[in-house]
């Protein structure tokens, strides 16, 4: 049923809900009241060591920012929760760290290698064996020094390459080990693969001569070829390239999309390795190919992937650049994958051997609006001054334009993050100065509009290693050190990522409209920027609801709706104060009392629902608003809003899946889904007349022809009615979630939650294996009367749980028996779910489980057989 619209709450006219009366609104302490949207985000993420390696920072298109130090990678996600209150930033912290034995590269014998090591050691001629001593590559421990520790470089892939859709860290430590990381866990990261040990396998069966490599000099006693064996596999920087999809026919005659990335791996001695993986990335067996090039450039340091569109055709090429100065585009063939160009020959975007070195480049896809059609630009930072390239490909060919920016900084830039749909660039140097530049396209080449970002408060005056991009330009992440203390180095610098905006919030609201991405997981950053505004105004700002509005009704896609969804329950969430006491953690009131005679234990046994009944009171008495009935019939508003709008969703998504059912009968994981239980829930929805899905159902009716197929409860094998589309309950009792992709049951202990829908998903299992055999937990005890705690029990219940690969955060049983061997039970827990790899709007979060009454059968040897249990999110209750 449609409800008014919220006129006071979603469009700020009338009184301001919240608010008390005499104060004022908590929208005049508006952070944006300033000149600039440059605003600084708490909390501050404190690092525990000292940040190592270049470009120490890299923010990942799933909102992950990585931060390199001595002794790990700090990986802090930031989360867009509709569900917080609160106004900082939702930081969750987890960390890849360095390996516990240090890379050793294989270039030969041991004994033989050795040999070699011991003959350069000791010669007399200085020039041989000081240059052996001082190297670190091929003498690790030179001088008695211990190996070199710490993170060199970090970058993460595009989205969507590991087994849950996100993206995979590829990690470089200083001794020389490039490795690859993914999350299949929550929070928990697994090295997938060790690159450098499997080229040096590669190398070892190849006789260290690869085509397309720098081929041998001599035999392995000459120092020559020892230094040459050391740098063939010492990777100096390494950088992912776009996702390349490509169309497979399967057996069926059905298009598969297969998707393929590449990693670019640039070696000391100027050759580039190109790895081609399959995705999902699962480990060595998804390694495709792998291919060395030599580059031809002296001294390397750096290198980026160009990619490049025009007339409808893909071009990419790698970017390599020099510490001594040049940099140049190097033609990448790429056979295996179709409809994917590259140059013709190697081209030179600046030749001069000028000493100053190539520290970062960036690549930047933009439309010229005076040629009407993409160009690219490229910028790379050079000592303190930033060297950009415009490459236009016109009827008369490939045209280069390149130029200097000077006058940016009075020391070397050390870290520089573009954005590549507004073109913004900024760079930073080392003494805490950070500058925008913004490309101005002319009729001849670019220019440059220069501007100082005022750094706030907090960040200002620290010392700088490094900045990193939100994906959509919202936010920049620093890495800083404590600065000059009264003129003075400080004894111990604290290390910290700070955040600041770069956007009002009235610009992002506005970038969400009219973006052509229509995911709100990818625009997270934009998304938490109006979160952030409508959590303190306690409204949604009145132009961007109207511009909705206007906006679901021209667009036939579900993106406007799942935006106005979030935003009603960000408002929802404004409402609500703040609970005094702890939801995850349990409260002491039910404590263990010896019992004196038979009368005090009748007595001790009606405290807890008391206890209950006062905390019921203030809670209620937390929620009750200061401007009386007004306050309740807006927030009933609000939930009608969110209700329908849920409705909505559902019922658009039901029908997809029933098309898809349709269309593909023949598929196995379509025969499980409850066809006809979607079908009778659409027909029994009076208020929903959609023709197109009423004929939809019309001819799965009939292509059933009275088959029902329903779903069965793996507990006690009753019929699962689908009388709701978030969950289902059977005649005994039993609830379990449905998954919002298939609407089938998950009857399980694992799912995938999303956050910006509510919703799971269910993970894809084979037929012979959906059925979760759940042990049976019994009570041993007898009727006594006598109180007391079976703790074995608790941890017999927990071993259950976690032998399910689950986690409980807290879990607490107590078992009083008493008289008649009556039970109470309670359990509290927090299981970690994980996100579903869909289109949908996917973040990962903490979720609570259903009520799994199978773990309760042991209360059925009581004669009461009573039973009470809660969930901590208060989902499901029952008695």
């Known amino acids: 049923m449609a409800a008014p619209r919220p006129e006071g709450a979603a469009n700020g006219r009338g009184s301001e809900p919240g608010s008390e009366p005499g104060t004022a609104p908590e929208r005049d302490s508006d952070p944006w009241s300033g000149d600039g949207p440059v605003v600084k985000r708490e909390p501050a993420v404190k690092l525990l060591n000292p940040v190592s390696g270049l470009e120490p920072l890299a923010w990942s298109e799933d909102h992950r920012v990585s931060a390199a130090s001595s ?27 360095l390996p516990e034995r240090a890379c050793v590269l294989k270039v030969g014998p041991v004994k033989e290698v050795q040999q ?3 003959k350069l050691a000791g010669s007399k001629d200085p020039a041989v064996s000081q240059a052996f001593m001082l190297d670190r590559v091929m003498n690790p421990s030179a001088g008695g ?10 970058c993460w892939s595009p989205l969507g390459c590991d087994t849950n859709g996100r993206s995979l860290l590829a990690s470089l430590t200083l001794d020389g080990r490039l490795a690859l990381h993914g999350s299949l866990r929550r929070l928990h990261w697994s ?53 390349c999809t490509t169309q497979e026919v399967q057996t069926n005659n059905e298009c598969k999309d297969v998707g393929t990335v590449l990693l670019a791996v640039l070696m000391e001695n100027g050759d580039v390795v190109i790895w081609h993986f399959q995705l999902p990335f699962l480990g060595r067996d998804s390694v495709v190919s792998c291919n060395t090039m030599r580059s031809g450039v002296s001294a390397p340091s750096v290198l980026a992937w160009w990619e490049y569109e025009h007339g409808g055709r893909k071009m990419t090429g790698l970017i390599v650049g020099s510490s001594v100065g040049p940099v140049k585009i190097l033609p990448v063939n790429l056979k295996a994958i179709k409809g994917y160009f590259t140059l013709r020959q190697p081209v030179v975007l600046w030749q001069e051997t000028d000493q100053i070195p190539v520290h970062n480049i960036k690549c930047i896809s933009l439309f010229h609006p005076h040629q009407k059609c993409n160009c690219s630009l490229v910028v790379a930072a050079r000592g303190p001054y930033v060297f950009w390239c415009l490459l236009l490909i016109t009827k008369a060919g490939l045209n280069v334009h390149n130029s200097h920016v000077t006058g940016l900084h009075s020391t070397p830039i050390i870290s520089m993050a573009t954005n590549r749909y507004a073109g913004s660039i900024f760079t930073c140097s080392l003494d805490g100065s950070v500058k925008k530049l913004k490309p101005i396209f002319t009729e001849a080449a670019v220019t440059f509009k220069q501007e100082q970002v005022a750094l706030p408060e907090g960040v200002a005056g620290r010392r700088m290693h490094g900045i990193a991009l939100s994906p959509n330009g919202a936010y920049l992440a620093l890495v800083s050190a404590d600065g000059l203390v009264n003129g003075q180095h400080p004894v111990n610098r604290n290390y910290l990522v700070q955040f600041i905006t770069l956007k009002m919030p009235e610009e992002a609201a506005a970038e969400l409209l009219s973006s052509t991405v229509q995911n709100l997981f990818r625009q997270a950053d934009l998304l938490d920027l109006v979160r952030l505004k409508v959590l303190r105004d306690k409204r949604i700002p009145a132009q961007l609801h109207e511009k909705l509005d206007d906006k679901l009704h021209t667009c036939g896609t579900p993106y406007p709706w799942r935006l106005k969804l979030f935003l009603y329950r960000v408002l929802y969430q404004s409402r609500q104060k703040a609970s005094a006491e702890t939801r995850w953690w349990l409260s002491h009131e039910d404590t263990k009392v010896f019992i004196v005679d038979e009368e005090a234990g009748e007595e001790d046994s009606e405290e807890p629902p008391a206890a209950e009944d006062s905390a019921t009171t203030g809670t209620a008495a937390n929620s009750c608003d200061p401007d009386g009935g007004a306050f309740e019939e807006q927030t009933s508003e609000i939930v009608a809003w969110i209700e329908e709008m849920e409705s909505h969703l559902a019922r658009e998504h039901m029908k997809r899946v029933l098309g898809e059912v349709y269309l593909h009968t023949w598929i196995t994981e379509n025969t499980s889904i409850p066809t006809r239980g979607v079908c009778d829930f659409l027909s029994s929805d009076t208020t929903y007349n959609d023709r197109a899905a009423k004929v939809l159902i019309g001819h799965i009716f009939k292509k059933m022809n009275k088959q029902t197929f329903p779903e069965y409860c793996s507990l006690c094998k009753e019929v699962l009615p689908f009388t709701d589309h978030k969950q289902a309950v059977c005649s005994n009792g039993h609830i379990w979630l449905r998954c919002v992709l298939t609407y089938q049951a998950c009857q399980s202990l694992k799912y995938r939650r999303c956050l910006l829908q509510d919703s799971i998903a269910r993970y894809a299992v084979p037929e012979g294996e959906r059925r979760l055999p759940l042990p049976r937990l019994r009570c041993q005890a007898s009727s006594c009367n006598t109180r007391a705690s079976f703790s074995s029990l608790g941890l017999a219940f927990s071993a259950l749980m976690v032998g399910c ?11 009083f028996v008493q008289g008649s061997a009556m039970l109470y039970y309670k359990a509290c827990a927090l299981v970690p779910v994980y996100c579903c790899r869909t289109e949908a709007d996917i973040v990962p979060l903490f979720a609570a489980p259903c009520c799994f009454q199978r773990l309760l059968d042991f209360c059925l040897e009581c004669p009461a057989n ?14």
């Open 71 to 97: 002794s790990s990678v700090a990986v802090m996600e930031v989360l867009c929760d509709p569900r917080s209150g609160a106004q900082d930033l939702l930081v969750q912290r987890s960390s890849i760290p």
């Open 116 to 118: 070699v090591k011991d």
């Open 145 to 154: 020094l211990a190996p070199l520790r710490g993170m060199k470089y970090a």
């Open 191 to 243: 090295p997938l693969v060790d690159l450098t040990e499997m080229y040096g396998q590669m190398l070892e069966e190849k006789g260290y001569s690869l085509p397309g490599a720098e081929v041998p000099v001599g035999p392995l006693d000459d120092p020559a070829e020892l230094r040459r064996r050391y740098r063939m596999q010492s990777p100096v920087r390494m950088e992912w390239s776009g996702v």
């Open 805 to 815: 690969r689950i986690i409980f955060e807290h879990a607490f049983l107590s078992l």
């Open 866 to 879: 009573s039973c009470r249990y809660e969930c901590l999110a208060g989902k499901c209750k029952g008695t």
